[in-house]
């Protein structure tokens, strides 16, 4: 059980250890975590024993934390308290050896300590109606993944939350009264509709996303979002106007949770992942701060959810992109070539409306095969360009033209067709989000 804890938590929060300590009940138990990237809790542990779990940033991803970074700092906190209130609830008190976990136990264990972690994070922990809530959401989205109805791969949206004070004149218990309604799930698509639940696990309302801005008038939606609901912006936005816990199944099978109008966590082929642990933020804090931060990162995550590749890199200067990148791919350099000699792929610079650079215009772009390049305040320099690399024989294509990018940019982004995002710098990987494949 402590090797699928272990696991299950780096799976989670990834760019950190994790150590578990088996301590006598008698004994004293080891000092705890006081560092800032540490975070430490004990439970209970085999007869006669103590489990204290500590989860520690790795070096490179602890440099670059700061207070502000309360995303990262919250995670790091309730993920060692999660897994200790998962379990006991696995444990087999008896003398006789025991087997290895199966494959389901294994299952249920690491869904128990991401539906406790999701509690925690929502302040469920005086709660436990609410994390028994998320239990029944989560199995029922999973149910959800496995069906279709009337020939549609479903999706469905949920939002729990006490923002609505309006009591229905039926009582609907959630998700209980819903499995035997088929079109539910097409009703609250996540997409055009979502369903409203209290902290008590009644829906209380649909919410329609086009009556939000009637019904919760204010949040930060950014223009062009709605084109991107298969992701969840939708979910996202309802948590940031109303508060509570967002869920979202997409038509891949994958379950996000979202908070505070961000993705916190996301279920893909029953393992869990944190996401995206306040990417924006970290890179600021490793390239300093820019325009073009936000809309790299937006852009990285759009295509992530949408299941594609790309490579997004930012640069201090275009000047160093000389050596790197051809000048047929440079948009930045677009006017300096002689009309009469300009080839094909040159000549479409001139058709791209690339000088005011927003997240809807550089993921369109991004998804195109090659890299897209930015320097700092969010000027458009390439698209679809061939970045010179290093011998790939031991690295996909895409890998190893984005460790050679960043030897002279600030920060590159590799977002696989699996959605993970590696973040590359100096050559060398600092964090990979949602999956520690290396593979395209």
């Known amino acids: 059980m402590g090797e699928v804890v272990a696991a299950t938590i780096v799976e989670i929060f990834q760019g950190a250890s994790v150590e578990l300590v088996y301590s006598p009940d008698d004994a004293p138990l080891p000092e705890p975590a006081v560092s800032p990237a540490s975070a430490s809790s004990t439970g209970d542990g085999p007869p006669g024993w103590r489990i204290t779990c500590t989860l520690t940033l790795l070096d490179r991803i602890a440099t670059l934390i700061t207070p502000d970074s309360t995303q990262v700092l919250t995670l790091l906190n309730a993920l060692p308290r999660a897994a200790m209130r998962a379990t006991p609830r696995f444990r087999v008190r008896r003398n006789a050896e025991v087997a290895p976990m199966s494959p389901a136990l294994r299952r249920a264990l690491r869904d128990t300590i991401a539906i406790e972690l999701v509690g925690e994070y929502a302040g469920a922990v005086d709660r436990p109606a609410t994390t028994d809530l998320i239990a029944e959401t989560v199995e029922y989205l999973i149910e959800l993944s496995g069906t279709r109805v009337e020939s549609h791969d479903l999706t469905h949206g949920v939002l729990i939350t006490d923002a609505i004070p309006d009591t229905p004149r039926l009582r609907f218990d959630y998700p209980a009264h819903l499995r035997a309604a088929k079109r539910a799930p097409l009703l609250f698509d996540g997409q ?160 791209i409306d690339g000088e005011t650079l927003d997240e809807q215009t550089l993921t369109r772009l991004a998804s195109l095969d090659g890299a897209t390049i930015v320097d700092r305040d969010a000027n458009l320099l390439a698209y679809g360009a061939i970045v010179t690399s290093s011998d790939s024989q031991h690295e996909g294509a895409r890998t190893a033209a984005a460790k050679s990018l960043s030897l002279t940019a600030d920060i590159v982004l590799k977002v696989s067709e699996d959605g993970d995002i590696t973040v590359f710098h100096a050559g060398e990987v600092v964090v990979t989000l949602l999956g520690p494949s290396l593979d395209n």
């Open 192 to 351: 055009r509709a979502l369903l409203v639940v209290d902290r008590d696990g009644h829906a209380r309302s649909e919410l329609q996303r086009h009556r939000l801005n009637e019904r919760f008038p204010g949040g930060n939606a950014r223009p062009g979002r709605s084109s991107l609901l298969d992701s969840g912006s939708f979910v996202a936005e309802a948590t940031l106007r109303l508060g509570g816990i967002g869920f979202y199944l997409r038509s891949d099978r994958t379950i996000w949770v979202f908070v505070d109008g961000q993705p916190l966590v996301l279920r893909r082929g029953e393992h869990w992942t944190a996401f995206p642990l306040e990417l924006t933020s970290f890179i600021a804090n490793l390239i300093g701060a820019g325009a073009a931060t936000e809309i790299v990162v937006q852009s990285a995550l759009n295509i992530s959810a949408q299941g594609r590749g790309a490579i997004l890199a930012i640069v201090a200067s275009a000047d160093s992109l000389d050596s790197v990148v051809s000048p047929k791919d440079r948009y930045d350099l677009r006017n300096e070539f002689d009309p009469a000699g300009i080839r094909t792929e040159t000549r479409l610079h001139h058709l």
